[in-house]
């Protein structure tokens, strides 16, 4: 390009309009806050091989996004008359893509101004990308025509353009400083090549997080897993066991290997691409990304494993529609097998599903199959997402985690640590599940759905209905050999193998697994939908006037803005008005018209599905809601004796909501949440006593609706409780106590009118009596039943500080006819007392 001076500019420009008749592209990072530039600093940007292409566009682009141009002189000494470099050429004719790269004349000249003057120069790198498509072995049209690791010359390049130069993908990164990277060097020889190195390994990340590791034949992985020693010994094994011919059971295992292996197909994905973002449009008012470049991050350098909460069946669509157009690859996603249907599984394949079966512990040939798969994706740096909750949520809640998944990846990772395994947790806020009808049902207890594709297909035969927004939050990674050092720290000194179980395994595990879905719960979106949700659903007749609702909803929006959950939630935009009118527009909500101000009600279906929205962000008010209900049926309560109360309640629900706050440090959490409640003017304080406001009044009206979020909670703790006093001790199993907890549970909100499914959600009644075990509250004998000592009084006490006599009364009214459990009769039963 030394020719190209004087008129050269002219020609450049006139190559630049005309490539960009042809060319369309989509640009990452080009904004001066994102890129965190310096005014007051020269800007230079690097193109890692030299191409008049690159530099064509790099020109366009930065017209475009009212950047530095690159076309100026670099104010840093002479022989830069252009503020960009490439960090490569190629010399040696036809044999030059054989050769290594050279640095440029232009990139030398740089760094050995910079280390004469001392200046600093602030240097961008920019990627570029055409077609984005990773290579396969044996497929030589991807190799000619798309962006992979390998080297383009000319020719290639100008087919390559042809062919792709309408998915061009341009991604700017933030700056290095010249300076920083060459201050310390001992020469300017030694200068460039730590600058070199710098950029060299800057760009094989991003090459990497973008267009993803050198994917093998299909065909090729497939025969390479049977061939593998874990599967061979297992077809071995089945051989035996079954009395049947090792090339019979091989067999067996290719056609496991093909049911489960993704055929990633990068045609697919931009159809899928095209296609997602028309229904996209559809369906929702705006996809809210917040937090991507955490994904991004960690997505150069390593193995990443995004695990999202699971609302919906589009949840996985919509994150790698949102990975790729954010610059990543959508990661190979474990699909369950009954998605596997004609038409949907092969096009859910291409688009990088891998099929799993629901359960294959008696299976040890599929299991062998399937974990070889999982291993060979994490050593050969593919990005994975797969649920930790097993199934969609339908009560709205994070579900308990399975640990599945999870322990085959750290079998792997212990196997060969070589690579590093960051799990990206992903938070889902929809303001509308499509599935809304169908969930709608299932908690009015009506027979749960088997999962399938059709089903969202027949959610979705009005795609003009609005959805509202969707938010797709990104919350903190977690490095599992991080996690590995924490809990075992002399894990690397042992080797292991595909069988290697060690005994300390489920409890990195488990660590691993509510880590997850904590870090999920940190990550949650507040919006109008579910802010509305959680006051409606405090009122007994689910209507409000509907100024104190806006105002109402504003305040326990401020109160998470002043005091927020985590530095990764985020907020919706707009007024309590705003909010109203958002609800309204969407059909959740109705308005009568009245003279002293409209009303604001949710009619009965509606109101029921608001329990799954509330339940979305319910973790987020936990603490304050707590403390709030403590006062409930009291009126004053020394600050220590709040503290205890809620200290002793704090376990049951970090563990029902994964809270973030460990219990041992919770103390400080709820002091500073009580000075928040005093400050608010929700809690009145006269030295170590606090008092609630007085009723009738606004501020006790806040103080109802904040309780209200976790009243029914203690309710269903107080149930359990309840029945294990009715029975006595070393009469029922945790099973039975279970069964009866939820049996009754949902007698109560049928006699008492409580709209809210998961009250008798039997898992959460597991948990719980799981919790009180835990916590040395009960114990078992024997013969597996539960027994307590002084402990569960003291349990029992407590709630009856929080909840009312009459609703005490009414809960052990109910236990009264509990079903009768095999073995006990009704005349061995002890009185139940007044309370």
Request: charged share 25%; glycine share 6%; proline share 5%.
């Amino acid at each position: 390009m030394a020719f190209l001076k004087g008129p050269g500019n002219l020609i450049l420009t006139l190559l630049r309009k005309l490539i960009y008749l042809w060319v369309r592209s989509r640009v990452l990072g080009a904004d001066r806050e994102q890129l965190g530039l310096d005014p007051e600093k020269p800007v230079c940007y690097v193109l890692q091989y030299s191409s008049l292409s690159s530099r064509l566009v790099l020109e366009e682009e930065l017209k475009r996004a009212g950047l530095p141009r690159a076309e100026r002189p670099l104010p840093l000494g002479e022989g830069l008359k252009h503020s960009f470099f490439f960090l490569y050429q190629r010399r040696g004719g036809l044999r030059r893509l054989r050769q290594t790269p050279v640095p440029t004349e232009r990139f030398e000249a740089l760094v050995s101004q910079g280390c004469r003057t001392g200046n600093d120069v602030q240097i961008v790198p920019v990627s570029l990308f055409w077609g984005r498509s990773p290579d396969k072995e044996k497929s030589l049209l991807k190799i000619m025509l798309s962006d992979s690791w390998s080297v383009t010359g000319p020719l290639q390049k100008f087919f390559t353009i042809l062919m792709h130069g309408r998915n061009l993908f341009v991604q700017f990164n933030r700056p290095l400083s010249l300076q920083e990277a060459v201050s310390e060097a001992r020469s300017e020889s030694v200068a460039q090549r730590k600058l070199a190195r710098i950029l060299r390994v800057h760009f094989r990340r991003v090459r990497q997080a973008v267009i993803g590791p050198d994917l093998s034949h299909r065909r090729t992985l497939v025969n390479s897993l049977v061939r593998s020693q874990p599967v061979k010994d297992a077809i071995r094994e089945t051989a035996e066991h079954e009395d049947i011919h090792q090339a019979r059971a091989k067999e067996r295992a290719l056609k496991y290997a093909h049911e489960i292996a993704s055929n990633f197909s990068m045609v697919t994905i931009r159809f899928l691409e095209v296609v997602l973002g028309w229904l996209w449009n559809r369906l929702y008012d705006g996809i809210r990304v917040n937090n991507i470049e955490t994904a991004q991050e960690a997505a150069r350098d390593n193995a990443v494993v995004y695990v999202p909460c699971h609302r919906s069946h589009i949840d996985y669509l919509l994150l790698s529609f949102v990975l790729y157009k954010n610059g990543l690859m959508p990661p190979h996603i474990a699909a369950g097998i009954n998605l596997n249907m004609p038409i949907v599984g092969p096009l859910l394949r291409r688009g990088g599903a891998f099929f799993m079966r629901r359960s294959f512990r008696d299976n040890p040939l599929y299991s062998a199959v399937f974990n070889e798969y999982m291993h060979v994706m994490f050593t050969r740096g593919f990005s994975v997402e797969y649920f930790v909750e097993g199934g969609r949520s339908r009560t709205g809640r994070t579900l308990q985690p399975r640990p599945g998944m999870l322990s085959m990846t750290v079998r792997s990772f212990l196997r060969d640590p070589r690579k590093p395994i960051v799990f990206v947790p992903v938070y889902f806020g929809y303001e509308k599940v499509l599935e809304g009808r169908s969930y709608l049902g299932e908690l009015q207890g009506t027979q749960k759905k088997k999962e399938g594709l059709l089903g969202l297909i027949s959610s979705v035969r009005n795609l003009r209905r609005s959805f509202g927004q969707v938010s797709v939050n990104f919350g903190e990674p977690i490095e599992l050999a991080g996690v590995l050092d924490e809990k075992q720290p002399q894990w690397r000194e042992q080797a292991y193998d595909e069988e290697s179980r060690p005994e300390w395994l489920p409890d990195v595990v488990n660590t691993l697994a509510r880590r997850t879905v904590t870090n999920i719960n940190e990550a949650a979106a507040l919006n109008p939908v579910n802010l509305l949700a959680t006051v409606m659903l405090a009122t007994d007749r689910l209507a409000m006037d509907e100024q104190l609702l806006a105002r109402l909803m504003e305040d326990l929006c401020n109160l998470l803005h002043k005091q927020p959950y985590s530095d990764r939630m985020t907020f919706p935009e707009g007024s309590g008005e705003d909010w109203i009118a958002y609800n309204e527009a969407m059909g959740l909500i109705v308005r009568r018209k009245q003279k002293l101000g409209d009303i604001i009600m949710l009619e009965g279906r509606h109101a029921v599905l608001m329990t799954y929205y509330r339940n979305n962000v319910q973790h987020l008010f936990a603490i304050p809601a707590l403390l709030a209900s403590l006062f409930q049926n009291n009126s004053s309560l020394e600050r220590e004796r709040l503290v205890f109360l809620a200290r002793a309640i704090y376990p049951y629900i970090q563990s029902e909501l994964f809270l973030r706050w460990p219990t041992e440090s919770i103390d400080g959490v709820l002091d500073t949440w009580i000075d928040r409640l005093v400050e608010e003017g929700l809690l009145i304080s006269e030295g170590s006593l606090l008092h609630r406001p007085e009723p009738g009044t606004a501020d006790a009206v806040r103080l109802g609706v904040l309780s209200n979020g976790m009243i029914q909670t203690l309710q269903r703790y107080y149930l359990s409780i309840a029945i294990l006093q009715r029975f006595g001790p070393n009469t029922l199993t945790p099973e039975e106590l279970e069964e009866q907890s939820t049996l009754l549970a949902e007698r109560v909100s049928v006699l008492f009118g409580l709209s809210a499914p998961e009250f008798f959600d039997k898992t959460l009644f597991r948990n719980f009596i799981a919790n009180l075990r835990t916590n040395g509250i009960l114990t078992t004998d024997e013969d597996g039943r539960l027994a307590w000592r002084s402990g569960l009084e003291e349990v029992a006490e407590e709630a009856r500080l929080v909840l009312s006599s009459e609703l005490r009364q009414s809960i052990l009214q109910v236990t009264n006819v509990s079903v009768p459990m095999p073995g006990v009769k009704s005349a061995d039963l002890p009185e139940t007392g007044q309370s």
